[in-house]
């Protein structure tokens, strides 16, 4: 009993006085382009919210990098993937049912950032006055637009 | 045309084509250096390192495998008697000789009748991604990498910068990605670069059963289904701010953009439905190629439309599949005019096609034997820098015949200062300071 007294010590808690701190990307922060590999499985766990098979990302990448527009390829594989019919996404009623927080999510789940009040109020009235703007042309907006390519 | 005739006919155009300016898409006036000579340039690289013995010579196995027989198996594209014997170089019909049945001729005149023949070129590389430059470049690019874009700008830059095409008007078909082949549709050159590059596609993985699976599915969407699209990355874009000098790849404008799609939709379909026009005899990807390249011309009639072949190549281990896929080549060449004067009317007439291949082979053999006990050939000595090259169309002068082996005439850095002279930026592209300072436009050689 003596030796395991002996043996035994207070575990010291030790405290740096860090503050939660939520993260998230600036956009000015991002100057490295994704390669087509880096985009295909970034964009195809946002949508499935799985990860894609190795064949079949090393397939979908040998097809994009056959297009010489990137943009062009990457419009063509989102409808293709929104075709499927097995994407998460949420429904246009959701969409504009809950506009704010839906923009707020998009920026989130694209951009990894937080919106500017300006592109909030932006999205917000061009949805709100759109009735052809459906969460499949949000996202795919999103997703071929030039700062999805970056991080 | 005779040569009299041409160089009297090129004199008045190009008095005329000084003094007519005319405004480019942007709106900015300019003017031309020269008059057009023809509304369309199709260049075909031709097809994987070609050796000139084979090729003008007409040589067959008479230069190669000390066997007696010479003979021309690039009938659509040459004059010249075929082989009588050791037929090798044909397809295989059934229970008959491999290689034994020579492809018929497609084109009632050779295209060196229609077209004017530069025997004896030189090419500034025995490498293929070099003599790939080269052609698309008018550069010698004696400083290419490999996995780079070309150092020096291409013909695609050129034409979208001075004379203000669209992306959609530019378009290179590649048999690969491969190679670094789907580089070649832009430059990174400072002042040109991805902003002026020209579309790619690499055929047989676009449109083949990789690009089937992971593309052919997309959804048809309407223009009032993709105005918000486009309206919405439009302002995501802009808040980002990229500049044309950061453009990861070519840019068509949305308009272009939804028309290529709608178009890609419609071939997976008739892929399907085997309802797209090939050469009639399979050349395997070549002959793919060159199918979707005539697509592409259906579809966009292009100012500029650069195919590339590349099964020639295998003739480092198997001459007499070098032998079949030079004739192969021939006959999707010959097929391919054919189309383009036959069944795209807006094209008929109005277009000019160059052929050249991007580098020749080597004068002697390396070890290695076919089936035929044929010796197979790399390309690496001189004999692998002499080239030809051949073109035909409007004003073009027919059944002309420029240099010899004695003297040579001509250099695969001429191909683009040559398409400039066709689509009237000659000077401009002379005047760019970034050609082979030996470069001169073909018309200027005759």
């Not at chain 1, 006085?17 to 985009?39: A, I, V, W």
Request: aromatic share 10%; glycine share 8%; net charge neutral.
């Amino acid at each position: 009993m003596m030796l395991l007294a002996a043996a035994c010590t207070k575990k010291e808690r030790i405290s740096y006085g860090l503050l939660d701190q939520e993260l998230y990307e600036d956009k000015t922060l991002k100057t490295k382009n994704k390669n087509e590999s880096e985009y295909i499985s970034i964009l195809y766990t946002n949508l499935y919210q799985k990860p894609i098979s190795p064949n079949e990302l090393y397939k979908t990448q040998n097809v994009v990098y056959s297009i010489g527009d990137r943009t062009l390829a990457y419009e063509m594989l989102l409808s293709n993937y929104f075709n499927q019919g097995t994407v998460q996404i949420p429904s246009n009623n959701n969409m504009r049912g809950r506009l704010d927080s839906f923009v707020l999510d998009t920026y989130k789940r694209f951009y990894l950032r937080y919106p500017s009040e300006a592109e909030k109020t932006w999205f917000r009235n061009y949805i709100q006055a759109n009735p052809d703007a459906s969460v499949e042309m949000v996202y795919t907006a999103f997703a071929a637009s030039d700062e999805y390519s970056f991080y | 045309m005779k040569r009299k005739e041409f160089i009297q006919k090129a004199g008045l155009l190009a008095a005329g084509g000084v003094a007519a300016p005319y405004i480019l898409p942007g709106g900015r006036l300019f003017a031309r250096s020269n008059t057009p000579l023809a509304d369309h340039v199709v260049l075909v690289m031709f097809a994987g390192g070609v050796r000139q013995q084979e090729a003008v010579l007409q040589r067959y196995l008479d230069d190669s495998q000390g066997v007696n027989s010479a003979g021309n198996i690039m009938y659509n594209l040459l004059e010249g008697a075929v082989p009588v014997s050791k037929i090798a170089y044909g397809t295989t019909a059934a229970g008959g000789t491999a290689g034994g049945q020579p492809i018929p001729r497609l084109l009632s005149q050779t295209l060196q009748k229609q077209g004017t023949l530069f025997r004896e070129m030189r090419a500034q590389s025995a490498g293929h991604y070099v003599g790939l430059n080269t052609l698309i470049t008018g550069n010698p690019g004696t400083a290419q990498g490999l996995k780079a874009r070309p150092n020096f700008p291409t013909i695609f830059e050129y034409l979208r910068k001075h004379a203000g095409y669209q992306a959609s008007d530019c378009w290179f078909i590649g048999n690969t990605i491969g190679n670094s082949t789907p580089l070649l549709n832009s430059s990174e050159h400072e002042s040109y670069g991805l902003q002026y590059g020209g579309n790619f596609f690499a055929a047989p993985l676009t449109f083949g059963s990789a690009g089937k699976d992971v593309l052919s599915n997309a959804k048809p969407y309407s223009d009032e289904e993709l105005a918000p699209m486009y309206a919405m990355k439009n302002f995501l874009d802009q808040n980002f701010g990229l500049n044309p000098e950061q453009f990861l790849s070519v840019r068509n404008n949305p308009e272009e953009r939804t028309r290529i799609k709608e178009w890609m939709r419609d071939v997976y379909i008739r892929l399907a439905n085997g309802q797209i026009p090939f050469p009639p005899v399979n050349g395997g990807g070549d002959s793919f190629n060159i199918g979707m390249a005539a697509e592409v011309l259906r579809a966009f009639k292009p100012k500029v439309l650069v195919v590339n072949m590349s099964a020639v190549d295998g003739c480092h281990s198997n001459f007499t599949g070098y032998l079949q896929s030079l004739h192969r080549a021939d006959h999707a060449t010959g097929w391919l005019w054919d189309q383009i004067q036959r069944n795209i009317p807006e094209m008929s007439g109005k277009t000019m096609l160059i052929v050249a291949p991007e580098c020749g082979r080597n004068l002697k053999p390396n070890p290695i034997q076919d089936e035929n006990d044929w010796y197979a050939y790399d390309h690496s000595d001189p004999n692998a820098l002499r080239v030809w090259g051949l073109m035909a169309g409007p004003n073009v002068p027919q059944d002309l015949v420029v240099g010899s082996e004695t003297s040579p005439s001509g250099r695969l850095t001429d191909i683009v200062p040559t398409i400039a002279h066709a689509l009237g930026i000659k000077d401009e592209v002379m005047n760019a300071g970034l050609l082979d300072p030996l470069a001169r436009s073909l018309f200027d050689r005759i």
